[in-house]
């Protein structure tokens, strides 16, 4: 009996000492013991056996909470001074020898993490600048409205794709600081024209994108672009500068034939463009159904005639080991000299190569290209493997039960090491909705362990999901995009982001590479991170064969060179 009561005073002190709050409820909502922890929470110094219910301290209510036996319920705790607070309640029913219960419960309170949780999904679907939804916040809402027409053809949607008239004059004559400033007020006019239900995106500089959401009709969407045409008329004033702006609009709508957010954003900004070559401050909606895909097929007309004409070429450019700073590889990007339009991008034409099945063919050259100038290279420098080339897989491509034998033929013919190339892969190619993409991958694994690479990658959560969900595909390397890198040295939470990615994929084994490196003090910050891998304009553009053979043979010269000394 004196042991059994020696223990409970111990057990009472031990409560007492804990910095978690802890209770004992009633089932009629009194409180039979608190300890210090809770009362401090709550504000108060006197015993709350008088107090309100315990149970309607918290928002899972009444009913809820009596109802179990033993449970962890995440909800929220309202105070006295009616701040809510995040807290998990662990709760466990004790029977006493009266049969009364008793509810023993522990309150965690993870607000300040919950805030941060936030903070983070925050800066990464918004930019930073503006405050306005981003780019992957835009796509995703895209994304679910393309689905809801296509389940249902009354719910339509168009795009308004914007970009401010002469820009690029403000920064130049006033600086970058005016710049800011006016795309900042530029949002805030932006903001009020639209309804809840619309996205209003800064795309990226002076471009912004709105989406109109079940809302398709021509009448009605081109007035909408006359009410920014009329906002943005008004002068504004920014530091003593009276401005006056005015924006080139582009519309497209859902009536195109197209079943990806990528293909309408290109009609979209293809209309934009047209505004701009008619005078600037002006709007164009998107051809009409018939000439939009007339257009599409010329193109794709177009790719097939130029790859028989080899109007295509590969350009390389460096990627750099952060701590060593030396070069570890070269990423091929295809190039195609169109004899009407100028050089093209792979952005411009590989989403009608996709849809025309145009892809894979065109994917091949490019992989056969690379390797064969790599074995080149290999031979000329004697690098022995030490440098790898990187190709970028279209989604049709990797899951084209082709691609692997294409793989080993290419590997085989110029004698090259599977550790050698890198496919770099973007997401959307492994998101079927099931585990189905994990087949054209396993003789990958056979190959090699090391030579997989998810590019575009942007920092979030939901990412972080991505790769534990798809962690039985052995990836090696992921690459971030340069969108969110721009406002590395500006925002602190993506640079706390970008160390917690980094560390995680650490541990499990991948690497984290860079995209967009354009400053010595952005390459300083992300050698501060622990960044392994970078590219960008601060180290070299991408280079034609020729450049690339003159960059390698200084590299490989001044390497040597030091190499002697030491």
């Not at 995106?201 to 471009?207: A, I, K, L, M, T």
């Amino acid at each position: 009996m004196n042991g059994e009561t020696k223990t409970g005073r111990f057990a009472r002190q031990a409560l007492e000492q804990t910095r978690i709050p802890f209770f004992l409820g009633e089932e009629n909502g009194r409180i039979a013991y608190a300890n210090q922890a809770w009362k401090s929470l709550l504000g108060q110094k006197k015993d709350l056996f008088e107090a309100k219910p315990w149970f309607d301290y918290f928002k899972a209510g009444k009913n809820l909470i009596l109802e179990q036996k033993e449970a962890t319920l995440e909800t929220e705790l309202v105070l006295p001074s009616e701040e809510e607070r995040w807290v998990a309640l662990l709760l466990n029913t004790i029977r006493t020898a009266s049969g009364q219960s008793l509810f023993a419960c522990f309150v965690i309170d993870y607000t300040e993490y919950k805030k941060k949780i936030q903070e983070i999904q925050i800066s990464c679907l918004h930019d930073p600048l503006t405050g306005l939804a981003n780019r992957i916040l835009l796509l995703d809402r895209l994304n679910v409205s393309l689905k809801l027409h296509q389940r249902d053809a009354g719910h339509g949607f168009s795009l308004l794709y914007i970009d401010l008239d002469d820009f690029k004059g403000v920064n130049d004559e006033l600086g970058h600081t005016v710049g800011d400033k006016l795309l900042m007020q530029t949002a805030k006019r932006l903001l009020p024209l639209f309804r809840a239900q619309d996205t209003v995106c800064r795309w990226g500089g002076d471009e912004f994108i709105v989406l109109l959401d079940d809302l398709v009709n021509e009448k009605s969407v081109k007035k909408k672009a006359q009410l920014i045409h009329e906002t943005l008329s008004q002068p504004f004033v920014i530091d003593e500068h009276e401005l006056n702006v005015s924006a080139s609009i582009g519309i497209a709508t859902s009536s195109a034939p197209f079943d990806r957010a990528e293909d309408l954003l290109i009609l979209a900004d293809q209309a934009m463009y047209k505004s701009k070559a008619a005078g600037k401050s002006r709007t164009t909606l998107q051809a009409p159904v018939i000439r939009t895909h007339s257009e599409f097929k010329q193109l794709e007309q177009d790719m097939r005639s130029g790859y028989k004409r080899d109007e295509f070429h590969l350009v390389y450019q460096p990627i750099m080991d952060l701590k060593s700073m030396r070069i570890s590889g070269l990423e091929a990007l295809v190039r195609w000299e169109h004899p009407r339009r100028g050089i093209l991008y792979p952005k411009d034409f590989f989403p009608i190569a996709d849809r025309s099945h145009f892809s894979e063919r065109l994917g091949a050259w490019i992989l056969w290209q690379a390797c064969r100038q790599m074995s080149k290279w290999q031979a000329a420098f004697r690098f022995n493997g030490k440098l790898k080339i990187h190709v970028n897989i279209s989604s049709c491509q990797f899951k084209s039960p082709a691609f692997q034998p294409l793989l080993d033929e290419v590997l085989a013919f110029c004698k090259l090491e599977p550790e050698t190339i890198n496919l770099e892969c973007r997401k959307e190619s492994f998101l079927n909705g099931d585990r189905s993409a994990g087949m054209s991958i396993e003789p990958l694994k056979r190959i090699s362990k090391s030579n997989l690479i998810v590019d575009n990658l942007k920092i979030s959560l939901e990412n972080l999901n991505f790769l534990f969900n798809y962690r039985f595909i052995p990836f090696s390397m992921v690459k971030i995009d340069q969108s969110q890198i721009n406002y590395l040295n500006t925002n602190q939470t993506i640079y706390n982001s970008l160390k917690t990615f980094i560390r995680i994929f650490s541990q499990i084994g991948i690497e984290l590479a860079v995209k967009g490196i354009e400053s010595k003090k952005q390459l300083n910050t992300l050698k501060m991170a622990n960044c392994h891998y970078g590219q960008g304009y601060y180290f070299s553009k991408p280079l034609n064969l020729h450049e690339t053979e003159s960059y390698l043979r200084k590299y490989f010269e001044s390497s040597s060179a030091s190499e002697s000394k030491a």
